[in-house]
């Protein structure tokens, strides 16, 4: 608890003080005289803003998503590995360690040359 | 009934019961939410208390299995939301709709 | 011992308020934010309960990964608001008034069970490093089950490209 | 040892201060930036207001102030207000985690009638055991602001600009959380502290089981991980949008990017943001492979103690902390400075090559370079003959 304290009392000054900040910029900020409704427009380069709410996006950006997921988790089951890896060479059991890795290593390299391979991370 | 001294001190059972709370809302929003996304984010909230009672009972054990778990519970948790997603992507894909009672009529 | 008590019941008073607005509020965006303060909350707790890693890689993989795609999801489809939240009816009805029982029946089993079973405060420490203890028990003790859901997450990926790829998938050709 | 209101009191201070001195880096930076940017274009830069054009951050601040504000009348305005200050956290959260200098001893004194035990300060917001998988977890939480601008301000070039940054900066954390996977093979630790400690002394290592030790050189993560060391760099540069990697703000194309629609204080509060990654991006490049705060194997914090003999511990603890601490600060302004030369030397990437250079290069570079690390240290670590 007294470890994650102090994080938890930085994070509530930070917000505090972007709110602070945004209250005060907001009260002495120059205001307009009289309201404008083309003003108010969201901002699309001069042209009469296009408000159908129906934006095509690419669905590239999904994929890359969830490959990300399955990847970092990968990378994330390397910290303790890295972590004891001094350990395990120490105790004589190094290359039992390194095969561990070395095993789940070829996995990944597989899945990652597999997406490659298969298109699947490319962007036109 | 209920004396404060036992509610000031800290213990397992109070874990498990927000831990239990906190399973419950999980559960209502699987059955209860239409959109399919929000149902999946029950399941994430469901397993995400589970995994507090691991932990919780890894401290009380004294040993570390709880944890092995809750690590393994993360990863087949982010497995399935991906999965899932991408399930509930492609039928939104293709039937504009991500609400559960349309999903009952598909067929193969 | 006064300290602890207050910061866990804080702690459990944002957790609850926060997965109540998940379940609850209509916009799908602001349920997943939500959630996402629920994971940051429970990766504290778990800080608190000494798995330290754990609760790292709580940050790392839910709130960094899982909800970020669960955001860019709701974003890239643009799936704003349902008029109609629940469901209506009499099944759902009788689950609603089951699930507020099951909670009370929980909340009141565990702080039951705090009085009766736990005499001594959750402390049991686990001694000496407990990340380098979880890696060394994670590739020793659970070696199998750790190259298996590596070998999961290769299945997963080419499932997930599979998906995709189908006919009405999100990377058809057309 | 109990905690008391003075030790309370003074690590409350020390964490704001670091937060403040992150936020009134960024000033610096801008000028800095804007300086620098004009000397490589053979230009003169901001030099009217105040010497040198130094006030120009003072006018900045005003203008940002007092400028009009904007909120689009069809964005969410609770988001629209909340993604700038989500945007400041994750960078100054990372930065209280990094130690800036050594520990300050203060020794037992008495004050208003009051003893106050021996104290041992830290030279950094706050102490986390797992420092390098907390600053990985925190800094994962950047693409939220990101996310929630492009969301609330309703702008289709928002929109891009905040799905391109969330997409690269996940690319790009890959490839950063595998390369340092490498230091911590090294070092065998999560606690930058310890891996300090261990750059500190003079270079040692272990060939083929049996130690040497070559006494003018530091023990710098940088001479056993030069590629981990270059990896992590690039993939720190597309963490904190920078060019070469600043698609998300390509003018040509999308406006402004996810900031679009963002004016005065909130669009400060970005800035706040970017140039915030770029400090944890040069501290943490600086702890993890060119020493920390050390500087060479001989300035160490009992050698700065005995030129100041005659002192009392509190006075020599907190100058060499101080030296210490330029010594860091010298070496982060450095790498900043590189940031921004590399920006001003650098054309942008196109989105297929950036994504590209992400998940086809970077990542199965960062791969070699873990396998590397593995085979050499089992090699040279492993006890053989013992």
Redesign the interface.
């Known amino acids: 608890m007294s470890q994650l304290l102090p994080v938890l009392i930085l994070a509530i000054f930070i917000i505090t003080f972007g709110c602070a900040m945004m209250l005060v910029s907001s009260l002495i900020s120059i205001k307009a005289k009289k309201p404008d409704p083309v003003k108010d427009e969201t901002y699309e380069c001069g042209i009469p803003s296009d408000n159908s709410g129906d934006t095509k996006i690419s669905?590239k950006f999904?994929l890359t998503a969830?490959l990300f997921?399955?990847f970092d988790?990968e990378i994330i089951?390397m910290y303790p590995w890295a972590m004891t890896y001094g350990d395990f060479i120490a105790a004589g059991y190094g290359v039992y360690s390194f095969c561990v890795m070395a095993f789940f290593l070829a996995v990944f390299i597989f899945g990652l040359f597999w997406e490659v391979k298969s298109k699947a991370l490319e962007w036109e | 009934m209920?004396?404060t001294e036992?509610?000031?001190?800290?213990?397992?059972?109070?874990?498990?019961?927000?831990?239990?709370?906190?399973?419950?809302?999980?559960?209502?929003?699987v059955?209860?939410?239409?959109?399919v996304?929000?149902m999946?984010?029950?399941v994430?909230?469901m397993l995400?208390a589970v995994?507090?009672s691991f932990?919780?009972f890894?401290?009380?054990?004294?040993?570390?299995?709880g944890?092995?778990m809750?690590?393994?519970v993360?990863?087949?948790?982010?497995?399935e939301?991906?999965?899932g997603?991408?399930?509930?992507?492609?039928?939104?894909?293709?039937f504009h709709e991500?609400n559960i009672?349309f999903f009952e009529q598909l067929k193969g | 011992?006064?300290m602890?008590?207050i910061a866990?019941y804080m702690l459990?008073g944002f957790?609850?308020f926060f997965?109540?607005k998940?379940?609850s509020v209509p916009n799908?965006l602001h349920?997943?934010l939500y959630?996402v303060l629920?994971?940051l909350g429970?990766a504290s707790?778990?800080f608190n309960?000494?798995?330290q890693?754990?609760a790292g890689?709580?940050v790392i993989?839910?709130a960094g990964?899982?909800m970020v795609?669960?955001v860019m999801?709701?974003m890239l489809?643009d799936?704003k608001t349902?008029i109609?939240?629940?469901?209506r009816g009499l099944i759902?009805g009788a689950?609603?008034v089951m699930?507020a029982a099951?909670?009370a029946g929980?909340?009141l089993?565990?702080?039951?069970?705090?009085?009766t079973?736990?005499d001594?405060?959750?402390?049991?420490?686990?001694p000496g490093d407990?990340t380098r203890?979880?890696g060394i028990?994670?590739y020793t003790k659970?070696l199998f089950?750790f190259e298996i859901?590596g070998i999961?997450?290769l299945a997963?990926a080419v499932?997930?490209v599979a998906?995709?790829r189908?006919k009405?998938?999100?990377h058809?050709r057309h | 040892m109990g905690i008391d209101v003075f030790e309370i009191g003074v690590n409350f201070v020390k964490m704001i201060a670091i937060f403040l001195m992150m936020v009134q880096i960024v000033p610096l930076l801008v000028w800095v930036e804007r300086r620098g940017s004009a000397y490589i274009q053979n230009r003169l830069g901001p030099n009217r207001v105040g010497p040198l054009g130094l006030m120009q951050l003072a006018a900045d601040a005003v203008k940002f102030l007092t400028k009009e504000e904007f909120v689009p009348k069809r964005g969410y305005p609770f988001l629209f207000y909340a993604a700038p200050v989500v945007a400041m956290v994750p960078a100054a959260l990372a930065f209280g985690a990094i130690p800036l200098s050594s520990p300050v001893m203060v020794e037992a004194f008495e004050w208003m009638g009051q003893h106050w035990g021996p104290y041992s300060f830290k030279f950094q917001g706050y102490e986390i055991g797992i420092g390098i998988v907390f600053v990985l977890g925190v800094s994962s939480l950047a693409a939220y602001g990101v996310l929630l601008a492009g969301y609330g301000s309703a702008n289709k070039y928002a929109l891009y600009g905040a799905l391109r940054a969330s997409a690269q900066t996940i690319s790009y954390e890959l490839a950063m959380g595998l390369s340092i996977v490498g230091v911590i093979l090294l070092f065998n630790s999560f606690n930058f502290a310890e891996i300090v400690g261990a750059q500190s002394a003079p270079m040692n290592f272990m060939l083929f089981g049996k130690k040497v030790e070559l006494a003018f050189l530091p023990n710098w993560g940088i001479f056993y991980q030069p590629l981990g060391a270059v990896l992590l760099f690039s993939a720190m540069f597309a963490e904190a949008n920078r060019l070469p990697f600043d698609l998300p703000e390509a003018e040509g194309e999308l406006v402004a990017g996810y900031h679009t629609e963002y004016s005065g204080f909130k669009f400060n509060m970005f800035f706040i943001g970017e140039y915030g990654h770029m400090l944890v991006a040069s501290a943490l490049m600086v702890t993890f492979f060119f020493g920390g705060y050390t500087l060479w194997p001989w300035l160490t914090p009992e050698t700065v103690a005995k030129w100041f003999t005659g002192m009392s511990l509190t006075q020599t603890s907190l100058l060499t902390a101080l030296v210490l601490h330029g010594v860091f600060l010298a070496k982060v302004v450095l790498f900043l400075w590189i940031f921004i030369w590399v920006r001003w030397t650098l054309p942008r990437f196109r989105y297929d090559q950036l994504m590209d250079l992400g998940w086809r290069t970077m990542l199965p570079w960062a791969l070699f370079n873990t396998i590397l690390t593995a085979v050499v240290i089992l090699i040279m670590r492993h006890p053989w003959g013992a």
């Open positions: 669905i999904y969830i997921i399955l988790i089951f | 209920l004396d036992a509610l000031m001190r800290i213990g397992l059972g109070h874990y498990i019961a927000l831990s239990g709370i906190i399973f419950s809302f999980g559960m209502i929003a059955m209860m939410r239409k959109n996304i929000v999946l984010m029950g994430e909230l995400n995994n507090l932990v919780a890894a401290k009380e054990a004294g040993n570390l299995n944890h092995i809750v690590f393994f993360m990863t087949i948790a982010a497995a939301a991906g999965v997603l991408a399930l509930a992507v492609a039928i939104y894909k293709k991500v009672r | 011992m006064m602890e008590a866990f459990a957790l609850i997965s109540y998940v379940i799908p349920s997943a959630l629920t994971m429970l707790a778990f309960l000494g798995a890693f754990i890689v709580q993989v839910y990964a899982v795609l669960f999801v709701l489809f799936l349902e109609r939240s629940f469901s759902s689950l609603k699930s099951l909670i929980l909340a089993g565990g702080a039951r069970s705090s009085v079973v736990l001594a405060p959750a402390g049991a420490a686990v407990v203890q979880l028990l994670l659970y089950a859901l999961l997450l997963v499932g997930v998906v995709s189908m009405g998938g999100t058809a």
